[in-house]
């Protein structure tokens, strides 16, 4: 079996993003850019892992670009991921394509998407996200305590 179709089966089963690479598979329930920036942070090489996940912006794009998947799937596709996605030749296909990719509350553009929105190198985009979780998560604390 393709390592995609493998990996969109077992997204299938509930998971938010999952990467298969033979008898490889890297299973995250996490939301958002969490499970890549994850496995980046713990230094696991997905060089050459086929993806499959439920929401791929930008942001997330430009992760998968830095460390190097082989091809992804998306449930929710956004224009700008499609096109850093086929600016890397790296194949990719979705159930459905939108125009942005919207925060969790409804109520205007995702902050990642945000953050990358003037960006294209796949090294700068990762700083650029590792820095605006940090600003997030502080916010979140400090309202927490408020």
């Known amino acids: 079996m393709k390592d995609i179709v493998k990996a969109k089966e077992i997204l299938k089963q509930g998971h938010t993003c999952v990467l298969v690479k033979g008898d490889k598979h890297l299973i995250s329930d996490d939301s958002g850019i969490s499970p890549v920036m994850n496995w980046i942070k713990q230094n696991k090489n997905l060089e050459g892992f086929s993806v499959a996940d439920k929401i791929v912006g930008k942001a997330v794009a430009l992760l998968f670009v830095k460390v190097g998947v082989k091809e992804v799937f998306a449930e929710v596709l956004s224009k700008s991921a499609k096109s850093v996605l086929g ?57 927490s305590v408020s």
């Open 87 to 143: 600016g890397h030749k790296i194949p990719y296909s979705c159930e459905l394509e939108t125009e942005k990719i919207i925060n969790r509350a409804g109520t205007g553009i995702c902050p990642m998407e945000q953050c990358v929105e003037k960006i294209d190198d796949c090294e700068e985009a990762y700083v650029a996200l590792q820095n605006k979780l940090i600003e997030l998560r502080n916010k979140n604390q400090k309202s």
